[in-house]
């Protein structure tokens, strides 16, 4: 519980870090794509990947390459989200996701139905359904619209799927792949901020290298506390995944009402409600 809440605080932190950051006019996309270079500095640092230790037949790499694209990517997919289909419709897309996983939980992980935490989780559901705003939102009616928002939502469920499937391995693997995807993320990452720099002709914002250094910190905290949670729990997924989403619904809706003097409608405040009591139903049924 203590890792999933740590990895929750920082997860949320991440997310006021990009906030703030855009409010103050700093290119959030570089902001995101400098906290590579510290996560890669930490997973060496402090998880001490030992090479020496498995051999290469033992490591997953079906799991590297599609972990190292959608981490970058999935950021600037939300962001033309937004751009296309507005905040509503990226917010239930990034919210929703937290389905994929759970299917998976029970029919790629084997974790029983009849799990007492299973009521939990349905409430859990049902918040992440009462957390989002559906308004209606003036948005595009092409394409785009339509699959910028499903990209997000394939993503962010493909990414938990994806970790969840890496922490099943020995300590020393699953150090080393943690080593190894970030490391294949800095790279996709400074791909694509060539790219916009040289080809789209983006100016360099030298204030989101500092921001993005710093959230690298956080970052590489959320991932590693959350995959931590997911190797201790291991036997239940679903639990992980949704103490995780849901979690951060309570959290950031206090940060927001709190920090950001944001309203939130009274769906919005059933959902929190929800969210709280499908927390505590998880862990204490």
């Known amino acids: 519980m203590l890792y999933l809440l740590l990895s929750i605080c920082c997860s949320v932190i991440v997310s006021v870090i990009i906030k703030v950051g855009r409010a103050k006019g700093i290119n959030t996309q570089q902001l995101v794509l400098w906290n590579y270079p510290i996560t890669v500095l930490l ?7 030992d090479f020496s230790s498995v051999q290469l037949g033992q490591l997953p ?35 929703l996701s937290l389905v994929i996983p759970l299917a998976a939980s029970f029919l790629l992980f084997g974790e029983s139905l009849a799990d007492k ?35 997000v939502f394939l ?23 943690l080593f190894i995807v970030f490391t294949l993320a800095m790279l996709v990452a400074f791909g694509i901020l060539l790219y916009k720099l040289y080809f789209k002709h983006e100016q360099l914002d030298r204030r ?3 921001w993005g ?4 910190f956080f970052n590489f905290a959320n991932i590693f506390l959350y995959m931590k949670a997911h190797r201790l729990l291991k036997d239940n ?31 919005n405040k059933i ?8 927390v505590l139903l998880i862990y204490y049924l």
């Open 61 to 95: 790499f079906h799991f590297y390459i599609p972990l190292a694209v959608l981490l970058p990517t999935m950021f600037i997919f939300i962001a033309l989200a937004i751009q296309y289909s507005g905040i509503v419709k990226t917010d239930i897309a990034q919210r």
């Open 237 to 267: 997924p679903s639990v992980v995944f949704t103490t995780m989403d849901v979690g951060g619904i309570v959290l950031g809706g206090i940060v927001g009402m709190v920090f950001f003097k944001e309203r939130l409608s009274l769906l």
């Open 155 to 177: 993503g962010m469920g493909g990414i938990d799927i994806l970790f969840k499937q890496v922490t099943q391995y020995s300590r020393e693997v699953y150090f080393v792949s």
């Open 117 to 151: 935490s299973l009521i939990g989780v349905l409430v859990g559901l049902i918040a992440v359904a009462f957390s989002v705003s559906w308004q209606s939102s003036s948005t595009s009616s092409n394409h785009k619209a339509i699959f910028y928002p499903l990209v």
């Open 213 to 216: 250094l710093g959230m690298g």
């Open 271 to 278: 959902g929190l409600g929800l969210a709280i009591f499908s």
């Open 43 to 49: 997973s060496w640092v402090l998880l001490q990947p």
């Open 208 to 210: 989101a290298i500092l």
